[in-house]
C-alpha cells in the first residue's frame, strides 16, 4: 500500500471569515489533493489532513445544518 504524504509545509492556514474575536477558531490549508485543519491556540501542535473531496463532503454537511 502506498501511502501519500501531503506537504503542508509551505501551505498558508486561513481562519474562515466568521472567526469569533477570542481566537477559538480552526485555520484550513489546501493542497493539492488535501486539505488540513488546525487549532489557532495550538499551532505547533499539528493539522489533521484529510483528502479533498472528504473536506468538501464534511463543508457540504456543515452547510446543510445552517
Same mark, same amino acid.
Given at each position: 500500500?502506498?501511502?501519500?504524504?501531503?506537504?503542508?509545509?509551505?501551505?498558508?492556514?486561513? %481562519?474562515?471569515?466568521?472567526?469569533?474575536?477570542?481566537?477559538?477558531?480552526?485555520?484550513? #490549508?489546501v493542497?493539492?489533493?488535501?486539505?488540513? @485543519? !488546525?487549532? %489557532?491556540?495550538?499551532?505547533a501542535?499539528?493539522?489533521?489532513?484529510?483528502?479533498?473531496? #472528504?473536506?468538501?463532503?464534511l463543508?457540504?454537511? @456543515? !452547510?446543510?445544518?445552517?
Amino acid at each position: 500500500m502506498t501511502v501519500i504524504r501531503p506537504d503542508f509545509a509551505s501551505a498558508t492556514f486561513k %481562519t474562515s471569515t466568521f472567526t469569533e474575536a477570542n481566537g477559538t477558531c480552526v485555520e484550513v #490549508a489546501v493542497v493539492p489533493g488535501f486539505a488540513a @485543519v !488546525r487549532d %489557532t491556540k495550538h499551532r505547533a501542535g499539528g493539522h489533521l489532513s484529510v483528502p479533498a473531496p #472528504a473536506f468538501a463532503d464534511l463543508l457540504s454537511s @456543515v !452547510r446543510a445544518e445552517r
